[in-house]
């Protein structure tokens, strides 16, 4: 069996927006559909539950923070408090899906609320939840300065390892493109893609390689962990796991890319 762990791209919550408000009803409501599709097929799928980590970054950006004068440590705490917003937004979503849930938030974060039901992040409440297949959203990242929401995924994912399961852990970042290149798929027209490249080889060149922050690379060699960056909204995520090296069709045909924890040669995809 296996746990996926999903870093949930928060700018997804505000697909369909026009105007730039941070929520829209497409986004929110495709955020909470992939989700629910894929526990609705858990068992085909062959998981267990499911991680969510979501970001902030359709309500605060560090670097736009900073640009407006707004200091290094309150940039990163209103991060924090945006990924628990969204976190928030997620579960209200999920509830109205019948979806079986659990929020929790970093245990460096006191969020009460009377409104807003979550509990504190411990890993045996993780594992607990996962034994009964529901999905843990957590709230707040790790927690702390200068890191964001992709390292808190590897974070949680190392953690839950840890705890001696032979249960199967993969990791998922959903983002705008579809995998690692090298060169900004914003700026050029159809640049080289990558099947599979080491952590440390991102690192070496992050400035080329910047789909996955660097302390996020440091966490997936530490723990020899990989992680499996592909476009959220360009692929189910029930297709996304099928296709998970290794799995039920033991490749990704061209899902993605991953990013591996330990040396390996990197594989451009061919076409």
Excluded: W
Aim: hydrophobic share 40%.
């Amino acid at each position: 069996m296996s746990v996926v762990c999903l870093k949930q791209s928060g700018e997804r919550f505000a697909k369909g927006s026009t105007t730039g408000e941070p929520f829209h009803p497409e986004g929110t409501r495709a955020a909470a559909d992939k989700i629910m599709r894929a526990m609705q097929q858990r068992v085909d799928l062959d998981i267990d539950g499911m991680l969510v980590v979501p970001g902030g970054g359709n309500l605060f950006r560090g670097e736009e923070l900073r640009a407006r004068g707004i200091s290094g440590r309150s940039a990163d705490f209103l991060g924090r408090i945006g990924t628990v917003a969204n976190a928030a937004v997620l579960s209200d979503q999920l509830t109205a899906r019948m979806v079986p849930h659990l929020v929790l938030v970093t245990d460096r974060m006191k969020v009460v609320d009377a409104s807003f039901k979550a509990e504190k992040y411990t890993t045996e409440r993780m594992g607990n939840a996962f034994a009964d297949g529901m999905v843990v959203v957590i709230g707040g990242g790790t927690g702390e300065d200068n890191v964001t929401t992709d390292n808190a995924v590897v974070s949680y994912a190392a953690d839950f390892r840890s705890t001696g399961t032979d249960t199967e852990v993969m990791i998922l970042k959903g983002t705008q493109f579809d995998g690692v290149f090298d060169q900004d798929p914003a700026i050029f027209t159809n640049p080289p893609r990558l099947r599979t490249i080491s952590a440390a080889q991102m690192l070496d060149n992050h400035e080329s390689f910047g789909a996955v922050d660097a302390a996020s690379l440091r966490s997936l060699m530490r723990h020899d962990m990989s992680m499996l960056v592909y476009a959220d909204g360009g692929h189910d995520l029930e297709t996304v796991l099928r296709h998970y090296p290794g799995r039920m069709n033991g490749d990704m045909s061209s899902i993605g890319t991953v990013i591996v924890g330990h040396d390996v040669e990197a594989e451009y995809y061919t076409t």
